[in-house]
């Protein structure tokens, strides 16, 4: 708190609002990622050869790859850099908690941010241990997708795991897209009610999309 | 009681050259040396925040007191209509000489000419000035500035912003005091009453203060002292006033030098929420605007309980229809007023307590639709169904008059300085330009006038000639009025009675509505005069106070400021029982037409009562001494008012 | 029949700003549903006075919801969770006899305590002076139609301006934000042609002095315009954020200097 005026303004990242605009801009590329990660990922639907193909493709250049994977963990570091920093401002700002707090039109996904992307970021790091490198999985082949996933998702607990997983991801992005559209100021009086909406779409295609996969390798594996 | 005629200090000259001419004729502070001169602000609503404002962007050192929590906070906030201006945009006949006209008619005659002339010409700018500082006006499609017309006048000349035009012309002048504060050239005092003028030599050089946080009571010196405080509604308890509206700065002043001048100049409006039980803490204004749509009525016969929607329409008596055929329900706030209390006290009141008349939609919504209704009002209905919880698209609104405004103040010369030399007086707190009855819309126009356009000038012409030596706040002067401002503070703190400030309150405000409400008369000043002094007597006697002096003591505050009106509520009487005429606010039931077709109407005299009426303290229980300024009317000739 | 009734309240007292807090319990009889909620508290501090107890401390002037210095907590919501209605607009009709109620104050570090249930909130006057305003000294001002301004737009500034600065915002806010605050102002200014040319530099100046004030971070809860007693809507927190944006990424090294106050 400060008794005096400052003035002038401070740098961008400095502010609280620079730091939601790097998480947003962060939170598009990752979305983004997202999306089409997942509609890669629906081709194992289609069989081995098809996925297997489609993993072939992604690795066809290295340098391209590795570029792609820096802006990820980039994106990443960013994101959970402001998103912490952000945690701890906020209980700067309210040392003392209310005795009793209501909600108005909060919901519980714009309440729980914080906790639904800590627990992303430590699914994100065993997904990666599964199914990129392989260090947690039970029976890795090395460029044969196909395999690696029918087979993880065999198991009915790791099956039921990722479909909770993506619970958590769908409650993340369901509020991050539309907090994004605020923080990028990409409001306008006719459509920024149906943001919320859009958000919501967009974000149940994803989580929707992503579950496919493991309900029904488990569904065809209990036929 | 003394007879001085007091000088204005108008200058020669026809009336639309008087304020070029003292432009002219003042002196002026070198702008290198406004920096040297320090100037107290206390007040920092329309008045007092855009003279504080102006007066720092000008160069002079200004300290702003106010003991709200923020300077945005001052009641000039809750004005709800619009400010007129003769900006002529609706090519209606507006003019500025017709805004004067209609301004000293509208105050029946008792202002000050010279002065709402001034008034109407500098109207003009003050839009000019809003407008620039992002006051969001009602537009028009094509992008110009909207107008309505309101009460008193047939020109389209108010300019508003929703129902929240004092807000928004409140805010404009706090954001121009912000940049003030944030550049350091004001220091602003939040949280802060003046409790004490300091005159030294015949002149204003300070103030005293209590710090509403910490209890510190606190000396300020400076080179002059404009008081932008306010009105004293709050006398009758119950107002449209807000809580903390308060006399202790004028009346303080007033005791320190300071003519008081008509004090018994109240306005009522007729259009507020009735009370609803003794637990009542303010009244709620609804816009005048109401009476346009909306018919009032009573029942016919007294005692009539039955609900409006089952009394038929033979028996109910649209009274104002009946009494004033050509103007309705839209005859001025005082007859409006009147009528209603006229009916309350014939039995004929409407809702709990009897103190009540319907304001009737059913016909507009019949012929204009709910939806028209609704886009008009609906914001007023909605607060309305908020307080009292009935729709009034279903049953009648019951409405009741309240005090509103007052038009009394502190007696200002021209250049609004007070009888102290060095003492400045702006906005509701001084007395000049509203008369005996102010018209819609036009409080809003008068606090920014005096704070932007006037005082800035009028207050270098006295700084430029006022060479006194410096003083500080350690002068002796200043040691004595700390020592008696601590006194009195710590005589209510050890006050260990049985009645609580309120009560007080509520006991004085009860009487002065009675007695020098909406009717007055020779009978019950005189039994209020009588009264007072034994409520007063009583109050130092038997108030209850919580002890804290060193910290936030909302008790304390409430006590200070019923102790002095609990005086100024015995002067109020005392001038109304003077004023033996009937004029706008004051009306005196001895003094109506007695034949024709005005009978019962109110009756000015003319040849009387034709000046303010500016009183002088002259020390505790001693009668005040009355100064006279005769007022003389060369441009607007005297007739008597006629709604029939 | 007016229906008179008794709560239960558990009202924060706290001496000042440097002493500790706590809760204390009160019994508000004969409360008629005609009062407002600080009529009711009224009545409470009227009985304190006569057991020779100190007052519930609250702020409160106009009691017409526009002056904006009342506001306090009940059971959890700000001005007690009414659309459109400050604390004194309440009225006790909306509570039933025996109900419990929690009172508290604006809680966040940027609103110290000063008494009980009143805040300081000097802090939104401090980020009005960074540069909540149109720098146009009296008298320089054009003439008020020389500048047209278009409805649709005179309108939606208005909307922004309506702000009372109550604190509502804040004290609902999960994080203890002062966007909405913050960024009705930015709007209701920017919007309007006479706020353009310190456009840039209001909302730098605003944003940092925010940031300076210790306040939260926005999460677009919405709780904020749920409380806010004149339903002012976040997508002016996304006008703000847009601002901010582009005016950092314009911002030159001189860009805030000049322009003496």
Not at chain 3, 113 to 131: E, H, N, Q, T
Request: charged fraction near 20%; aromatic fraction near 8%.
């Amino acid at each position: 708190m400060s008794a005096t005026v400052a003035g002038t303004g401070s740098r961008f990242y400095e502010t609280a609002i620079g730091k939601k605009i790097v998480m947003a801009v962060t939170g598009v590329i990752l979305v983004g990622f997202v999306f089409v990660h997942m509609t890669g990922n629906l081709q194992v639907l289609q069989g081995a050869d098809k996925i297997n193909h489609y993993a072939k493709l992604l690795r066809t250049s290295m340098p391209l790859l590795w570029t792609a994977r820096l802006v990820l963990i980039a994106s990443v570091v960013l994101h959970v850099r402001a998103a912490l920093q952000l945690y701890a401002l906020k209980a700067a700002a309210r040392p003392v908690a209310y005795a009793k707090k209501a909600h108005r039109g909060a919901t519980l996904a714009s309440r729980t941010m914080i906790w639904s992307g800590y627990t992303l970021a430590i699914f994100i790091v065993l997904h990666i241990l599964h199914f990129t490198t392989g260090t947690i999985h039970t029976d890795f082949v090395e460029g044969d997708v196909f395999h690696n996933v029918t087979t993880a998702f065999k198991n009915p607990l790791i099956a039921a795991g990722y479909v909770v997983m993506m619970g958590f991801l769908f409650m993340h992005i369901s509020h991050g897209i539309f907090s994004l559209t605020q923080s990028l100021g990409l409001s306008h009086p006719r459509y920024s009610a149906a943001a919320k909406t859009v958000a919501r779409v967009l974000a149940v295609i994803i989580a929707v999309g992503f579950a496919a996969v493991p309900v029904a390798v488990f569904a065809v594996i209990a036929k | 009681m003394t007879l001085n005629a007091l000088n204005a200090n108008v200058p020669e000259g026809p009336i639309e050259k008087k304020w070029d001419t003292r432009r002219f004729e003042m002196k002026l502070v070198n702008p290198a040396n406004k920096r040297k001169y320090k100037v107290i602000v206390v007040g920092s609503g329309l008045a007092g925040g855009s003279a504080a404002a102006s007066m720092a962007e000008l160069g002079y050192d200004v300290d702003c007191f106010c003991y709200q929590d923020s300077p945005r906070r001052a009641h000039s906030i809750a004005a709800q209509g619009g400010i007129n201006a003769a900006k002529n945009y609706q090519n209606d006949g507006d003019s500025v000489w017709r805004l004067f006209y209609d301004t000293v008619k509208g105050g029946d005659y008792r202002a000050r000419e010279a002065n709402v002339y001034r008034l109407a010409q500098i109207s003009v700018n003050i839009i000019d000035q809003c407008v620039a500082q992002g006051v969001p006006f009602a537009r028009e499609y094509g992008g110009t500035l909207a107008n309505r017309s309101f009460g008193g006048a047939q020109v389209s000349r108010t300019f508003y912003a929703r129902g929240q035009t004092g807000q928004q012309l409140l805010l404009g002048a706090y954001q121009s005091l912000e940049r003030q504060i944030g550049a350091g050239k004001v220091k602003m005092h939040p949280r802060t009453e003046m409790l004490d003028l300091v005159v030294v030599d015949g002149r204003a050089r300070g103030i005293i203060t209590r710090d509403l946080v910490t209890g510190k009571i606190e000396a300020h010196a400076a080179d002059a002292v404009v008081l932008g405080t306010g009105g004293y509604g709050n006398v009758f308890y119950l107002s449209t006033n807000a809580k903390g509206c308060n006399t202790t700065a004028i009346w303080r002043a007033h005791k320190r030098g300071a003519h008081f001048a008509n004090p018994c100049f109240t306005q009522i409006h007729p259009t507020c929420i009735p009370v609803a039980g003794d637990y009542q803490s303010k009244l709620t204004l609804m816009s005048e605007s109401l009476r346009n749509d909306g018919r009032i009525w009573v029942p016919l016969k007294a005692g009539d309980t039955r609900k409006a929607s089952d009394i038929p329409e033979g028996e109910r008596d649209y009274y104002l229809e009946r009494r004033y055929p050509a103007f309705g329900n839209l005859v001025p706030r005082d007859v409006a007023s009147r009528a209603a209390k006229l009916a309350c006290d014939e039995g004929r009141g409407v809702g709990p307590g009897g103190r009540g008349v319907y304001l009737d939609f059913a016909e507009s919504i019949g012929r204009l639709g709910e939806a028209m209704i609704r886009e008009r009002y609906g914001n007023l209905f909605d607060m309305y169904e908020r307080i009292t919880g009935e729709n009034p698209y279903q049953v009648p609104m019951r409405i009741y008059p309240a005090i509103h405004y007052t038009m009394g103040g502190l007696w200002v010369d021209y250049d609004l300085m007070s009888t102290i030399p060095g003492m400045f007086v702006i906005g509701e707190a001084n007395f000049s330009d509203h008369g005996a009855n102010r018209l819609g819309a036009s409080a809003l126009m008068q606090g920014l006038a005096d704070g932007y356009f006037i005082l800035p000038y009028t207050i270098g012409n006295y700084l430029a000639q006022s060479k006194g030596p410096k003083i500080d706040a350690s002068h002796a002067a200043f040691k004595d009025a700390v020592k008696g401002v601590t006194a009195t503070t710590d005589k209510l703190l050890a006050s260990k009675g049985k009645r609580t400030v309120d009560s007080f309150h509520r006991e004085l405000g009860l009487l002065m509505w009675e007695a020098c409400g909406m009717a007055r008369n020779e009978a019950g000043l005189t039994a209020a005069l009588e009264k007072i002094p034994q409520i007063r007597a009583e109050f130092w006697k038997d108030v209850i106070l919580p002890s804290g002096g060193a910290e936030m003591n909302q008790e304390l505050e409430k006590a200070g400021r019923v102790a002095d009106f609990l005086e100024l509520g015995e002067l109020m009487c005392f001038d109304a029982l003077q004023r033996n005429e009937s004029c706008g606010g004051h009306f005196r039931e001895e003094h109506v037409e007695t034949e024709g077709a005005n009978k019962g109407e109110a009756k000015r005299d003319d040849d009387n009562y034709c000046y303010a009426a500016a009183w002088e303290y002259k020390g505790p229980d001693e009668r005040q001494a009355l100064h006279k300024e005769p007022l003389t009317f060369d441009n607007v000739h005297l007739t008597q008012r006629d709604y029939k | 029949m007016t229906r008179t009734f008794s709560l239960t309240l558990h009202v924060w007292r706290q001496k000042s700003a440097k002493q500790a807090g706590q809760f204390a319990k009160y019994i508000a009889a004969n409360v008629s549903e005609h009062m407002s909620f600080l009529e009711m508290l009224d009545v409470v501090n009227q009985d304190l006075l006569a057991k020779g107890e100190d007052p519930i401390a609250f702020d409160h002037d106009c009691r017409e919801g526009i002056c904006g210095s009342c506001g306090f907590m009940v059971n959890g919501d700000a001005h007690g969770g009414h659309r459109g209605t400050t604390i004194c607009q309440l009225h006790m009709r909306h509570f039933k006899d025996g109900e419990e109620l929690w009172l508290e104050p604006w809680r966040s570090a940027a609103f110290p305590i000063v008494k009980d249930l009143a805040v300081d909130r000097g802090a939104f006057d401090r980020i009005i002076a960074s540069g909540g305003f149109v720098s146009v000294p009296t008298g320089s001002a054009v003439d008020g139609n020389a500048i047209p301004v278009p409805k649709t737009e005179a309108d939606l500034a208005m909307d922004a301006a309506a702000c009372i600065g109550c604190g509502a915002c804040v004290a609902m806010c999960p994080n203890s934000a002062a966007q909405l605050f913050t960024a009705a102002k930015v709007g209701h200014l920017g919007l309007l042609p006479q706020g353009q040319p310190e456009r840039d530099r209001r909302v730098l100046a605003m944003v940092g002095q925010m940031t300076a004030e210790g306040f939260g971070h926005c999460t677009s809860t919405g709780e904020c315009e749920a409380v806010c007693p004149k339903e002012i809507p976040i997508a002016f927190i996304a006008r703000m954020n847009r601002d901010y944006l582009e005016a950092s990424v314009k911002e030159r090294p001189q860009a805030n200097r000049g322009g003496s106050g």
